[in-house]
């Protein structure tokens, strides 16, 4: 989003000679190539995740644990009356969930995994070969994401676009922003031009928080770095501390990758989209004709 | 472009990266050469490793309190034959370990050589590669000690542990499991020929007489049922080639992460 405008074209509009639309460069090169590659590794690295999850589908805190001590997740499959029913327990609950979660059909055929073939990557079990992929895209990840850091810095990105002003911080305006979000009313005109507060404190929260946040407890798994770097298993409380929260923190991307791309939809998918691959996006003006 | 073509170039890419998604997932991971580009980041993350490291950065040490109260008996419980079911019966006083290969001078330790030696005690964390982890106490015999007794020809760079479980049932004997470490892993003051865990005599099923410990390695590499280590330049002509009966099946012989 620079800020600087350089209206491409000024198409007026048939009917109304008052409303014309201007095109704003919103993306830069680095940020649409960064964004797409990172659709890329986010999704082979969540698809590989849920294969490495399936060899080992309990969740524990701590240094250690395995089968015998507490988990507070488990996905699994067990018999009821005679039937075999998938289930996912955490603490005192169990919710079943044959089909999708535990017990689901492979070719055909009813199997004891806990994510589907249609939610691993390869669809059928292959440990390795997940981890192959995990890894390799983990490294594309943290390039990608490095890349994009020493931009966003470099050009001023951050501070022009994402840094969140004093008075955008006040509780009403904050208040009204989740609103006009509640009533699906997003910023048009002017205002457009500009991310607003909540996509601010989104996008700080998933680039500063969320996607840190994976790369250490990732990091926290590895015996290597655990050496390397043994503050790691103090900072996260251990390896299966680090490798629960790994699995949170995914959770939580996985949320926000749905909240943006309805976002996306609803407000205006065409011009998001192209402003994400082209660079360029719309604003509509209601001023006279120059 | 006109708007028409460019929303058309959108949908076009959209529905094919999700056709892609959907159904060439798989055939991608079959794919020979996608697999060696996917692969070769295993080179990589070994590097990145080993200059984070250096050679002697320690594996976290835990306290007695730490242990945890189950460790899993993985992979093989008991190997089988008649060869060790007679070790077993004789309280391995038979059992002989063999170190040759690229050394000045082979050695043939039992049991109770090996326990005369300077032990190391350390409580570590083992980290399986399918996700679980458990804390135990392993004695053993530095393995640095045993090959420095040895001596090494200038040419070694690989230890492979031939082991007496098969854990995979072949008419070849490829099923037979082994595992190979480099000489920085070999030397490392962790690396340990463990034949007490827990303060008792290492049972069956972790691997009796003697396992390795590779601390900053995972779980996979901590060969259990030890004969015979063998000092190589390579191990491509070994089974698979790989270097150990898991990495022959695909998972990575740098088991660091």
């Known amino acids: ?290 | 472009m006109t708007d028409l073509t460019r929303r058309r170039f959108l949908i076009g890419s959209a529905l094919g990266v999700s056709a892609l998604a959907l159904s060439g997932c798989d055939r991608l991971e079959q794919n020979p050469e996608v697999g060696g580009v996917i692969r070769s980041a295993e080179k990589l993350t070994m590097r990145a490793q080993r200059l984070l490291l250096g050679r002697d950065a320690l594996a976290r040490e835990f306290a007695e309190t730490d242990i945890s109260p189950a460790f899993r008996v993985n992979g093989t419980s008991a190997p089988d034959g008649e060869a060790y079911a007679q070790l077993v019966e004789g309280n391995f006083a038979n059992w002989r370990l063999k170190i040759d290969g690229l050394v000045d001078r082979p050695l043939e330790l039992s049991l109770a050589d090996l326990k005369k030696l300077p032990a190391r005690t350390q409580i570590t964390c083992h980290d399986c590669v399918e996700g679980w982890s458990a804390i135990a106490k392993w004695t053993g015999v530095p393995l640095g000690s045993l090959l420095a007794a040895t001596g090494l020809k200038p040419s070694a760079r690989f230890a492979v542990f031939h082991c007496a479980d098969e854990l995979e049932k072949t008419l070849d004997g490829s099923g037979r499991y082994y595992e190979s470490i480099d000489l920085i892993d070999a030397f490392h003051p962790q690396t340990i020929l463990a034949y007490r865990m827990n303060d008792r005599d290492l049972s069956v099923g972790h691997g009796a007489p003697l396992r390795l410990r590779v601390e900053r390695q995972l779980g996979y590499k901590q060969a259990k049922y030890i004969m015979h280590i063998e000092i190589v330049d390579s191990f491509a002509a070994l089974w698979g080639g790989k270097g150990g009966f898991w990495e022959d099946r695909g998972y990575e012989w740098y088991a660091g992460i």
């Open chain 1, 1 to 290: 989003m620079n800020q600087e405008t350089r209206p491409l074209r000024s198409t007026p509009l048939q009917s109304t000679p008052r409303r014309r639309t201007i095109f704003i460069r919103r993306h830069t090169v680095v940020t649409r190539l960064s964004h797409w590659l990172n659709v890329v590794c986010l999704s082979f690295l969540i698809l590989s995740g849920l294969q490495i999850f399936n060899a080992y589908p309990r969740l524990h805190w701590g240094q250690y644990g395995m089968d015998s001590d507490p988990a507070f997740l488990t996905i699994g499959a067990s018999e009821n009356h005679g039937m075999p029913q998938g289930f996912v327990k955490t603490g005192s609950g169990t919710i079943p969930t044959t089909g999708v979660l535990g017990l689901s059909k492979v070719e055909g055929e009813w199997a004891s995994r806990a994510f589907p073939t249609w939610l691993t990557f390869p669809s059928y079990q292959d440990l390795a070969a997940g981890r192959n992929w995990h890894f390799f895209f983990a490294w594309v990840f943290v390039i990608n994401g490095l890349i994009y850091l020493g931009h966003g810095v470099l050009s001023g990105h951050f501070r022009r676009d994402l840094a969140v002003r004093r008075h955008e911080l006040a509780p009403r305006h904050i208040w009204r922003e989740i609103l006009d979000h509640a009533r699906l009313r997003f910023p048009a005109g002017e205002a457009a031009r500009h991310y607003n507060v909540l996509q601010k404190l989104t996008y700080i929260g998933v680039i500063a928080g969320l996607l840190p946040l994976m790369i250490l407890t990732g990091l926290t798994l590895s015996p290597g770095m655990d050496a390397a770097f043994p503050s790691l298993l103090d900072i996260f409380g251990g390896r299966q501390s680090a490798r629960s929260l790994h699995f949170i923190t995914a959770s939580l991307l996985v949320v926000f990758v749905i909240v943006h791309v309805a976002m996306v939809i609803l407000s205006g998918p065409w011009n998001n989209l192209r402003s994400m691959v082209t660079g360029r996006y719309a604003i509509r003006r209601k001023e006279p004709d120059a």
